[in-house]
């Protein structure tokens, strides 16, 4: 059974920067696509983007695409979101989870869900 748990979240100011990371335990997650959502109080999870497998291919979400970018170390079982020009909007609860392909893009075709890391941004 893997487990997935996001850690560095945290507090920024507006066009700051954060990086995430998801990392795997119990297993490698090297031959799966991993993507990122975020839940902001009261709304629903939001896709944010995937990367594939290998690392080579990534899709956006288009509220964050420029900004944001996934990538993924399969040695170190971790997957990472760089979130750069931060905006109020982006605050949310982040999660990782595994996805059925790179292709996915809606909840119900990931799974292996993380607890979250909260990403708080101020204006």
């Known amino acids: 059974q893997v487990q997935l748990i996001e850690s560095g979240g945290g507090l920024v100011q507006t066009g700051g920067s954060l990086r995430l990371s998801c990392a795997a335990s119990?297993?490698?997650?090297?031959?799966?696509?991993v993507g990122w959502f975020r839940q902001a109080p009261g709304k629903e999870r939001e896709f944010v983007g995937i990367v594939s497998w290998s690392g080579s291919v990534t899709y956006y979400a288009d509220s964050v695409k420029g900004r944001f970018t996934i990538s993924r170390d399969n040695a170190k079982n971790t997957v990472y979101l760089q979130m750069n020009n931060l905006k109020p909007e982006d605050t949310a609860a982040y999660y990782c989870?595994?996805?059925?392909?790179?292709?996915?893009?809606?909840?119900?075709?990931?799974?292996?869900w993380g607890q979250g890391t909260q990403v708080t941004v101020s204006s």
């Open positions: 989870a595994l996805g059925s392909s790179r292709y996915a893009r809606a909840s119900a075709d990931f799974g292996s």
């Open positions: 119990g297993r490698t997650v090297s031959t799966y696509a």
